[in-house]
Protein backbone atom coordinates (compact mmCIF):
# COMPACT_ATOMS: atom_id res chain seq x y z
CA UNK A 1 0.00 0.00 0.00
CA UNK A 2 2.98 2.34 1.13
CA UNK A 3 4.83 1.96 -2.18
CA UNK A 4 1.65 2.10 -4.79
CA UNK A 5 1.07 5.71 -2.91
CA UNK A 6 4.73 6.21 -3.17
CA UNK A 7 4.29 5.98 -6.97
CA UNK A 8 1.23 7.59 -7.55
CA UNK A 9 3.01 10.67 -5.76
CA UNK A 10 6.23 10.51 -7.96
CA UNK A 11 3.86 10.41 -10.98
CA UNK A 12 2.02 13.18 -9.96
CA UNK A 13 5.67 15.09 -9.30
CA UNK A 14 6.78 14.56 -12.83
CA UNK A 15 3.81 15.17 -15.23
CA UNK A 16 3.31 18.89 -13.01
CA UNK A 17 4.85 21.93 -14.96
CA UNK A 18 8.69 23.37 -13.71
CA UNK A 19 8.61 25.79 -10.85
CA UNK A 20 11.23 27.79 -12.12
CA UNK A 21 10.34 31.18 -13.82
CA UNK A 22 8.31 31.20 -16.99
CA UNK A 23 11.72 33.57 -18.78
CA UNK A 24 13.91 30.60 -17.55
CA UNK A 25 14.41 28.28 -20.37
CA UNK A 26 17.37 26.19 -18.93
CA UNK A 27 16.67 23.31 -17.22
CA UNK A 28 17.08 23.20 -13.62
CA UNK A 29 20.50 21.14 -13.64
CA UNK A 30 22.28 23.36 -16.16
CA UNK A 31 20.89 26.48 -14.73
CA UNK A 32 22.64 25.64 -11.42
CA UNK A 33 25.75 24.23 -13.50
CA UNK A 34 26.37 27.68 -14.73
CA UNK A 35 25.34 29.60 -11.62
CA UNK A 36 28.14 27.51 -10.04
CA UNK A 37 30.41 27.86 -12.12
CA UNK A 38 30.06 32.16 -12.63
CA UNK A 39 30.29 31.86 -8.89
CA UNK A 40 33.76 30.14 -8.33
CA UNK A 41 35.16 32.27 -11.60
CA UNK A 42 34.15 35.45 -10.09
CA UNK A 43 36.44 34.32 -6.82
CA UNK A 44 39.56 32.51 -8.60
CA UNK A 45 42.92 33.65 -7.40
CA UNK A 46 44.17 35.83 -10.77
CA UNK A 47 47.62 34.73 -10.01
CA UNK A 48 49.37 37.16 -12.58
CA UNK A 49 48.02 40.72 -11.09
CA UNK A 50 48.68 39.32 -7.50
CA UNK A 51 51.94 39.24 -8.21
CA UNK A 52 52.02 42.30 -10.20
CA UNK A 53 50.05 44.64 -7.32
CA UNK A 54 50.60 42.96 -4.42
CA UNK A 55 54.38 41.76 -4.67
CA UNK A 56 55.71 44.35 -6.83
CA UNK A 57 56.96 42.18 -9.85
CA UNK A 58 57.43 43.50 -13.18
CA UNK A 59 54.48 42.50 -15.80
CA UNK A 60 57.15 39.92 -17.50
CA UNK A 61 58.35 38.55 -14.31
CA UNK A 62 54.66 38.15 -12.70
CA UNK A 63 53.96 36.27 -16.57
CA UNK A 64 56.72 33.81 -15.78
CA UNK A 65 55.77 33.22 -12.38
CA UNK A 66 52.08 32.78 -12.48
CA UNK A 67 52.25 29.61 -13.82
CA UNK A 68 53.81 28.24 -10.30
CA UNK A 69 51.41 29.33 -8.20
CA UNK A 70 48.14 29.29 -10.49
CA UNK A 71 46.60 26.42 -8.98
CA UNK A 72 45.91 28.11 -5.59
CA UNK A 73 42.38 28.55 -4.93
CA UNK A 74 42.21 32.06 -3.31
CA UNK A 75 44.84 34.21 -2.52
CA UNK A 76 44.63 33.95 1.46
CA UNK A 77 47.83 31.81 1.30
CA UNK A 78 49.77 34.08 -0.33
CA UNK A 79 48.35 36.72 2.25
CA UNK A 80 49.81 34.73 4.57
CA UNK A 81 53.08 34.13 3.48
CA UNK A 82 53.79 38.30 2.73
CA UNK A 83 52.52 39.27 5.88
CA UNK A 84 54.90 37.00 7.94
CA UNK A 85 57.67 38.17 5.71
CA UNK A 86 56.66 41.98 6.31
CA UNK A 87 55.44 42.10 9.49
CA UNK A 88 57.43 39.20 11.58
CA UNK A 89 60.61 38.96 9.95
CA UNK A 90 60.36 42.77 8.78
CA UNK A 91 61.28 42.46 5.02
CA UNK A 92 61.29 45.35 2.84
CA UNK A 93 58.96 45.31 -0.52
CA UNK A 94 62.78 45.16 -2.77
CA UNK A 95 63.33 41.85 -0.76
CA UNK A 96 60.01 40.62 -0.75
CA UNK A 97 60.29 40.82 -4.25
CA UNK A 98 63.36 38.75 -4.85
CA UNK A 99 61.95 35.84 -2.79
CA UNK A 100 59.07 35.79 -5.32
CA UNK A 101 61.15 36.11 -8.32
CA UNK A 102 63.44 33.63 -7.06
CA UNK A 103 60.84 30.86 -5.68
CA UNK A 104 57.40 31.90 -6.99
CA UNK A 105 56.43 28.59 -4.74
CA UNK A 106 57.54 30.14 -1.90
CA UNK A 107 54.05 31.95 -1.45
CA UNK A 108 52.79 28.38 -1.30
CA UNK A 109 54.33 27.57 2.03
CA UNK A 110 52.03 26.97 5.20
CA UNK A 111 53.53 29.56 7.56
CA UNK A 112 52.88 27.68 10.80
CA UNK A 113 54.30 24.51 9.65
CA UNK A 114 56.95 25.63 7.56
CA UNK A 115 58.55 28.82 7.64
CA UNK A 116 58.06 29.66 11.07
CA UNK A 117 59.82 26.28 12.20
CA UNK A 118 62.92 27.43 9.93
CA UNK A 119 63.32 30.65 11.45
CA UNK A 120 62.26 29.34 15.19
CA UNK A 121 65.69 26.62 14.18
CA UNK A 122 67.94 30.03 13.36
CA UNK A 123 66.42 31.72 16.28
CA UNK A 124 68.38 29.12 18.08
CA UNK A 125 71.58 29.54 16.20
CA UNK A 126 71.90 32.90 17.46
CA UNK A 127 70.51 34.85 14.00
CA UNK A 128 68.56 37.90 15.12
CA UNK A 129 65.64 39.17 12.97
CA UNK A 130 67.72 41.78 10.79
CA UNK A 131 70.24 38.84 9.71
CA UNK A 132 67.57 36.43 9.02
CA UNK A 133 65.37 38.87 7.19
CA UNK A 134 68.99 39.56 5.05
CA UNK A 135 69.46 35.99 4.40
CA UNK A 136 65.65 35.24 3.03
CA UNK A 137 65.41 36.90 -0.16
CA UNK A 138 69.33 35.26 -0.87
CA UNK A 139 68.47 31.95 -0.18
CA UNK A 140 64.30 31.75 -0.25
CA UNK A 141 64.36 28.15 -1.49
CA UNK A 142 66.41 26.85 1.86
CA UNK A 143 63.61 27.94 4.19
CA UNK A 144 61.62 24.69 3.06
CA UNK A 145 64.34 22.73 3.37
CA UNK A 146 64.33 20.56 7.00
CA UNK A 147 68.35 20.82 6.58
CA UNK A 148 68.49 24.53 6.70
CA UNK A 149 69.65 24.47 10.43
CA UNK A 150 72.57 22.08 10.09
CA UNK A 151 73.55 23.84 6.54
CA UNK A 152 73.67 27.08 8.08
CA UNK A 153 75.48 25.93 11.04
CA UNK A 154 78.32 24.24 8.61
CA UNK A 155 78.97 26.85 6.43
CA UNK A 156 78.98 29.68 9.35
CA UNK A 157 81.69 27.42 10.39
CA UNK A 158 83.54 27.10 6.93
CA UNK A 159 83.17 30.92 5.98
CA UNK A 160 83.95 31.95 8.99
CA UNK A 161 81.25 35.05 9.28
CA UNK A 162 77.50 35.31 8.34
CA UNK A 163 78.78 38.44 5.86
CA UNK A 164 81.01 35.36 4.06
CA UNK A 165 77.58 33.51 3.78
CA UNK A 166 75.57 36.32 2.38
CA UNK A 167 78.45 37.18 -0.08
CA UNK A 168 78.51 33.42 -1.07
CA UNK A 169 74.90 33.13 -1.27
CA UNK A 170 74.55 36.04 -3.55
CA UNK A 171 76.21 34.30 -6.27
CA UNK A 172 75.49 30.50 -5.40
CA UNK A 173 71.76 30.64 -3.35
CA UNK A 174 71.37 26.78 -3.49
CA UNK A 175 74.30 26.64 -0.90
CA UNK A 176 72.38 25.74 2.04
CA UNK A 177 69.58 23.37 0.20
CA UNK A 178 73.03 20.98 -0.75
CA UNK A 179 73.05 17.42 0.68
CA UNK A 180 75.45 18.13 3.40
CA UNK A 181 77.41 14.31 3.27
CA UNK A 182 76.99 13.78 -0.59
CA UNK A 183 77.86 16.76 -1.83
CA UNK A 184 79.25 19.99 0.49
CA UNK A 185 81.51 18.07 3.03
CA UNK A 186 82.69 15.75 0.36
CA UNK A 187 83.88 19.25 -1.94
CA UNK A 188 85.33 20.83 1.39
CA UNK A 189 87.47 18.24 2.06
CA UNK A 190 88.51 17.90 -1.47
CA UNK A 191 89.22 21.57 -1.86
CA UNK A 192 91.72 21.24 1.81
CA UNK A 193 93.48 18.21 0.26
CA UNK A 194 94.28 20.41 -2.95
CA UNK A 195 95.51 23.36 -0.01
CA UNK A 196 92.99 25.83 -0.62
CA UNK A 197 91.90 27.74 2.24
CA UNK A 198 87.05 27.93 2.03
CA UNK A 199 86.79 31.29 3.65
CA UNK A 200 89.94 32.14 1.01
CA UNK A 201 88.01 31.03 -2.18
CA UNK A 202 85.00 32.60 -0.67
CA UNK A 203 86.72 35.65 -0.98
CA UNK A 204 88.21 35.43 -4.45
CA UNK A 205 85.44 36.40 -6.42
CA UNK A 206 81.43 35.71 -6.57
CA UNK A 207 81.58 32.90 -9.06
CA UNK A 208 84.09 30.26 -7.48
CA UNK A 209 82.02 30.10 -4.68
CA UNK A 210 79.86 27.48 -6.78
CA UNK A 211 82.28 25.48 -7.01
CA UNK A 212 81.46 24.23 -3.49
CA UNK A 213 77.30 22.84 -5.23
CA UNK A 214 79.37 21.24 -8.07
CA UNK A 215 78.92 17.44 -7.68
CA UNK A 216 82.08 15.89 -6.30
CA UNK A 217 83.35 13.97 -9.40
CA UNK A 218 82.79 17.44 -11.54
CA UNK A 219 84.84 18.89 -9.31
CA UNK A 220 87.89 16.66 -9.55
CA UNK A 221 87.72 16.74 -13.08
CA UNK A 222 87.82 20.74 -12.96
CA UNK A 223 90.87 20.68 -10.67
CA UNK A 224 92.58 18.12 -13.13
CA UNK A 225 91.35 20.47 -15.65
CA UNK A 226 93.25 23.38 -14.08
CA UNK A 227 96.08 21.34 -13.25
CA UNK A 228 96.76 20.95 -17.19
CA UNK A 229 97.03 24.76 -17.87
CA UNK A 230 100.24 24.30 -15.92
CA UNK A 231 98.36 25.97 -12.50
CA UNK A 232 99.67 23.90 -9.62
CA UNK A 233 97.68 23.29 -6.66
CA UNK A 234 99.41 25.04 -4.37
CA UNK A 235 100.17 27.96 -5.99
CA UNK A 236 98.59 31.32 -5.41
CA UNK A 237 96.15 31.51 -8.68
CA UNK A 238 94.65 27.56 -8.31
CA UNK A 239 91.78 29.86 -7.03
CA UNK A 240 91.38 31.51 -10.16
CA UNK A 241 92.61 28.72 -12.49
CA UNK A 242 89.98 26.93 -10.75
CA UNK A 243 86.97 29.49 -11.49
CA UNK A 244 87.98 29.54 -14.95
CA UNK A 245 87.74 26.17 -15.89
CA UNK A 246 84.56 25.36 -13.72
CA UNK A 247 82.56 28.09 -15.53
CA UNK A 248 84.01 27.62 -19.16
CA UNK A 249 83.62 24.91 -21.97
CA UNK A 250 87.12 23.33 -22.50
CA UNK A 251 86.48 24.21 -26.07
CA UNK A 252 86.27 27.47 -25.41
CA UNK A 253 89.32 27.54 -23.31
CA UNK A 254 90.92 25.93 -26.37
CA UNK A 255 89.89 28.53 -28.69
CA UNK A 256 91.49 31.23 -26.43
CA UNK A 257 94.78 29.35 -26.32
CA UNK A 258 94.84 28.63 -30.24
CA UNK A 259 93.95 32.58 -30.38
CA UNK A 260 97.37 33.25 -28.55
CA UNK A 261 99.22 30.67 -30.72
CA UNK A 262 98.27 32.70 -33.73
CA UNK A 263 98.98 35.78 -32.36
CA UNK A 264 102.92 34.17 -31.88
CA UNK A 265 102.61 33.08 -28.09
CA UNK A 266 103.85 29.61 -27.92
CA UNK A 267 102.87 26.90 -25.93
CA UNK A 268 105.40 27.65 -23.38
CA UNK A 269 103.98 31.15 -23.43
CA UNK A 270 100.53 30.44 -22.81
CA UNK A 271 101.20 28.17 -20.12
CA UNK A 272 103.27 30.86 -18.17
CA UNK A 273 100.13 33.31 -18.82
CA UNK A 274 98.07 30.98 -17.22
CA UNK A 275 100.22 30.57 -14.10
CA UNK A 276 100.21 34.00 -13.45
CA UNK A 277 96.90 35.56 -15.25
CA UNK A 278 94.68 32.10 -15.51
CA UNK A 279 91.44 35.07 -16.00
CA UNK A 280 92.67 35.51 -19.22
CA UNK A 281 91.44 32.02 -20.32
CA UNK A 282 88.11 32.79 -19.70
CA UNK A 283 87.85 36.50 -21.27
CA UNK A 284 85.44 36.89 -24.91
CA UNK A 285 87.66 36.33 -28.22
CA UNK A 286 87.24 39.93 -28.81
CA UNK A 287 88.16 41.25 -25.64
CA UNK A 288 92.08 39.00 -25.96
CA UNK A 289 91.97 39.79 -29.91
CA UNK A 290 91.69 43.57 -29.34
CA UNK A 291 94.46 43.69 -26.27
CA UNK A 292 96.89 41.60 -27.96
CA UNK A 293 96.40 43.70 -31.41
CA UNK A 294 96.75 46.97 -29.24
CA UNK A 295 99.58 46.27 -27.38
CA UNK A 296 101.67 43.92 -29.90
CA UNK A 297 100.62 47.01 -32.88
CA UNK A 298 99.96 50.05 -31.50
CA UNK A 299 102.04 50.40 -28.67
CA UNK A 300 104.75 47.80 -30.50
CA UNK A 301 105.56 45.55 -27.22
CA UNK A 302 107.31 42.04 -27.56
CA UNK A 303 105.61 38.65 -26.56
CA UNK A 304 107.91 38.21 -24.11
CA UNK A 305 107.10 41.38 -22.23
CA UNK A 306 103.40 40.42 -22.23
CA UNK A 307 104.10 36.73 -20.69
CA UNK A 308 105.82 38.51 -18.33
CA UNK A 309 102.82 40.87 -17.23
CA UNK A 310 99.61 39.44 -18.69
CA UNK A 311 97.42 41.37 -16.64
CA UNK A 312 97.68 43.62 -19.58
CA UNK A 313 95.86 41.77 -21.68
CA UNK A 314 92.65 41.92 -18.54
CA UNK A 315 92.72 46.04 -18.52
CA UNK A 316 90.33 48.10 -21.09
CA UNK A 317 91.99 49.38 -24.03
CA UNK A 318 88.93 51.58 -24.78
CA UNK A 319 88.86 53.46 -21.06
CA UNK A 320 92.23 52.61 -20.04
CA UNK A 321 95.38 51.20 -22.30
CA UNK A 322 94.45 54.05 -25.10
CA UNK A 323 93.76 57.22 -23.41
CA UNK A 324 96.94 56.70 -21.25
CA UNK A 325 99.31 55.70 -24.55
CA UNK A 326 97.80 58.79 -26.77
CA UNK A 327 98.76 61.05 -23.82
CA UNK A 328 102.05 59.69 -23.29
CA UNK A 329 102.59 59.71 -27.04
CA UNK A 330 101.53 63.84 -26.99
CA UNK A 331 103.84 64.58 -23.95
CA UNK A 332 107.06 62.38 -25.73
CA UNK A 333 106.39 64.46 -28.94
CA UNK A 334 106.63 67.86 -27.24
CA UNK A 335 109.97 66.37 -25.33
CA UNK A 336 108.10 66.87 -21.22
CA UNK A 337 108.86 63.45 -20.71
CA UNK A 338 111.74 62.91 -18.86
CA UNK A 339 113.09 59.40 -19.77
CA UNK A 340 111.28 56.72 -21.01
CA UNK A 341 108.46 55.59 -18.41
CA UNK A 342 107.96 51.74 -18.23
CA UNK A 343 104.95 50.92 -20.03
CA UNK A 344 103.60 48.42 -17.52
CA UNK A 345 104.42 51.00 -15.14
CA UNK A 346 101.86 53.48 -16.43
CA UNK A 347 99.21 51.36 -17.27
CA UNK A 348 99.08 49.62 -13.82
CA UNK A 349 99.13 52.41 -12.04
CA UNK A 350 96.02 53.60 -10.19
CA UNK A 351 93.91 56.66 -12.28
CA UNK A 352 94.55 59.41 -9.97
CA UNK A 353 98.23 58.63 -9.32
CA UNK A 354 98.12 58.54 -13.46
CA UNK A 355 96.91 61.58 -13.08
CA UNK A 356 98.71 63.48 -10.38
CA UNK A 357 101.97 62.27 -12.31
CA UNK A 358 101.37 62.97 -15.86
CA UNK A 359 97.93 65.13 -16.58
CA UNK A 360 98.33 67.84 -14.09
CA UNK A 361 102.04 68.88 -14.10
CA UNK A 362 101.34 69.43 -18.29
CA UNK A 363 97.92 70.91 -18.39
CA UNK A 364 99.14 74.24 -18.82
CA UNK A 365 102.28 73.33 -21.07
CA UNK A 366 99.84 71.45 -23.20
CA UNK A 367 96.68 73.05 -23.88
CA UNK A 368 93.06 71.18 -23.43
CA UNK A 369 95.12 67.98 -22.33
CA UNK A 370 93.10 67.34 -19.47
CA UNK A 371 89.83 67.57 -22.12
CA UNK A 372 91.90 65.40 -24.70
CA UNK A 373 92.70 62.80 -22.14
CA UNK A 374 89.19 62.22 -20.91
CA UNK A 375 87.15 62.39 -24.19
CA UNK A 376 88.73 63.58 -27.64
CA UNK A 377 91.87 61.72 -27.61
CA UNK A 378 89.87 58.32 -26.28
CA UNK A 379 87.52 58.95 -29.34
CA UNK A 380 89.71 59.80 -31.86
CA UNK A 381 92.04 56.40 -31.45
CA UNK A 382 89.50 54.68 -31.32
CA UNK A 383 88.61 55.94 -34.77
CA UNK A 384 91.79 55.31 -35.83
CA UNK A 385 92.42 51.83 -34.61
CA UNK A 386 88.55 50.98 -36.11
CA UNK A 387 89.83 52.37 -39.73
CA UNK A 388 92.73 50.55 -39.75
CA UNK A 389 91.15 47.27 -39.19
CA UNK A 390 88.89 48.31 -41.89
CA UNK A 391 91.16 49.17 -45.00
Known sequence: MVV???????????????????????????FLQSSAAAASSSGSFAAEDYLVS?????????????AKISHLPSRARPDAVLAYLESTLGIPAAGVARVVVMDPTFLCADVEQTLARRVA?????????????????LAPNSFRNRFLRSNLEFWLAELGSFDKLLKVLR??????????????????DFLRQCGQDISEIAGTNLYISRIFTMKPEVLKETVQRAEELGVERGARMFRRALAVVAFTDSEVVARRIQLLHNAGFSKDDVLAIARKQPLVLGLSEQKVQVNVDFLLKDVGLEVSYIVRRPVLLMYSVERRLLPRHCLLKVLREKGLLKGEPDYYGTASMGEKIFVEKYVHPFKNHVPGLTD?????????AMDGIRSQKTD
Open 372 to 380: DYVSKCWGK
Open 4 to 30: SHLRAALSRILRSPSRLPASSHDPPLV
Open 54 to 66: RCGLTQAQALKAA
Open 171 to 188: SCSGLLSMDLDKVARPNV
Open 121 to 137: DLHDLGLSRDEIARLVP
